[in-house]
């Protein structure tokens, strides 16, 4: 992992863009202004922003429902994703997406991803395009530990295994599918005790630790790119809200997001890290942070006004050879 | 020209196509005729034949010894995974034909084909295309019981965005298979199974055949049969026992599903004002009663008879001889229902 200055300073503009996009999201999800189910990212930042600290152009990112937060991690365009969250004409997928299939194919940032799990599956398959065309490149599948308990997945892991892809599978375990907890939920509580059955390397990490993520992940990230095949990554974190917003959680202990908050939260313990060691200076980052503020004003400002798509649109690209 | 099997005509396309396109690559259970792994630290390399299958039906046959291992890739049974994997691969750039070795598991891997290859290029605002064939098998007649032998191709039209192709004879294979190929949506080629050696004069040379352009088979006046697959035979055999009767049938394959080529059907319906529908599949929600309400709708007018759709009933597909060839529609049956509407 490359821990150079302007590295870092992507890293913290990177998680503090989406906190404060979720922030920001949490806040106007009440007016009723934004349509459908949001799942916000809140509190896993440093899970997306650390693995996509080691993606290069040629990698594939899949990534799941809880897509804000990994969408703004690789790239994807602050006030498009916002667009596509309002579903307005100028978003991402033009409005046919929303929130939880945000989908950028230029920065191959590939979305598919509300049925849990699917991703794992699809991410064997832009292995083996970029395989093909032997450009180095790697597929990442993030899925929930809630959806790592779907048939795809394991079928998915066996096949990665079987045709020794260039895949990494990052499941990203929270604490809850919906209201279910992963105690319950996970036969043995040992999520990544499954890779073993599957014949590849596996490690757990601190998901609210940005450097361990980035670590881990560059690890598996290098083993597939020689040709060693496919890895499994647990990062454990939490989310700062509910499932979707709207969610009362009473599923969760009391104090459960409160102590997260005070002690585990990825962006105050890079913070920490980052001064401490005298690698960043606090002034540079409360620059970002202003910065930061500025952006997710315009974007939501410029979403909130935008127009939906035409009603043509809905017949638009039902297919891609017209016959 | 050649006469070549349909199985054989499948094949030769593959062989055709994977020559033109290096980003074809086929995936499925044997189809690289049973890989072996290079040895596990259980023991070493088997030493049995390499592509002894050729594919569970024989159709990719000699296609790895081509195209090598990198191209003709065997699954482990895993249809939920690795046709995920066709699509994140056709999303990717490549133009995979995977096998889903029995349509009836669509049961498996139902949701990659519903929910993945169909939605993904509509809901991300068209900024992807999904170039994928999924070949399957379809039909009864194998005594092979219910778990192997339906004819699923009304299933797969239901959902908006995939392309499902049914080819009736041995060179309607080959030209619908070049299309499915070359097209850039998900296409579901529905193979049937008791077609698989039958035999006629193939071009060598690689051609195309539209989709939703339905072939006539017949002309007659008097009554427009439809019908898909091997049940064009069928209503080709009930035409010529008609036609001994002095009744005069146009026979028409449409070829697809999805897209369906309702203007021939609704033209040759506006010439015969009859019109009988043919098919394998269940009774209930498919394309047979989906053609009637069509035609119900657009050609009311011209309609003299009430239509008739021969279909199996709404039952399950029985391995017993008898009882299996009670269930499929057979020519007596198509010259019953048109016998009945003829008076009218
Ligand atoms: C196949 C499938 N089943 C159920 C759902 C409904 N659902 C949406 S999100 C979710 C929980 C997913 O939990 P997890 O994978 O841990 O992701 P998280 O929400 O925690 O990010 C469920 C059950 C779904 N989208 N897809
Ligand atoms: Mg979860």
Redesign the pocket.
Known sequence: MNNNQSQLLWAYRTMQTIRMFEERMHEVFTTGEVPGFV?LYAG?EACAVGVCANLADVDYFHI???AHGPAIARGADVTAVALEIYCRADGLCRGRGGS?HLHDAAKKIIGAN?????GAALACGSALATRHRGDGGIAVAL????????GVVSEALNLASVWKLPVVFVF???????A?S?DYAIAGGNLSARASGFAMPEAIVDGSDYFAVSASFAKAAERARAGGGPSFLEVRNL?MFG??EGDAQKYRPPGEVADYRENKDCLKLFRAKVTSENWLDAAELDTIDQDVAKLIDAAYETARNAPLPDPEELMHSVFATEC | MREKSYRNAIRETLYQEMGRDPDIILIGEDVAGGAQSEGTKNGPKKGGEEDAWGGPMGVTKGLIGEYGKQRVLDAPISEAAFIGAAIGAAAAGLRPVTELMFNDFLGVCC?QIVNQAAKYHYMFGGQDTIPLTIRTTMGAGLRISAQHSQSLHSVFTHFAGLKVALPSTPYEAKGLLTTAIRDNDPVIFCEHKMLYRMREDVPDESYSIPFGEARFVMDGEDVTIVAFSRMVHVATDAAKILAKQGIKCTVIDPRTTSPLDTESIFDSVDETGRLVIVDEGGPRCGIASDISAMVADEVFHALKAPIKCVTPPYALIPAAPNLEDLYVPDAAKVVAAVLGIMDA
Request: aromatic share 6%.
């Open positions: 799942h896993q799941t429902h809880r939880a509300s049925g849990v799990g699917s899925v929930g530990e809630g959806g790592a308990n779907q990203e375990n929270n604490g809850y599918a919906e279910t992963a989310r499932h979707y | 949701d």
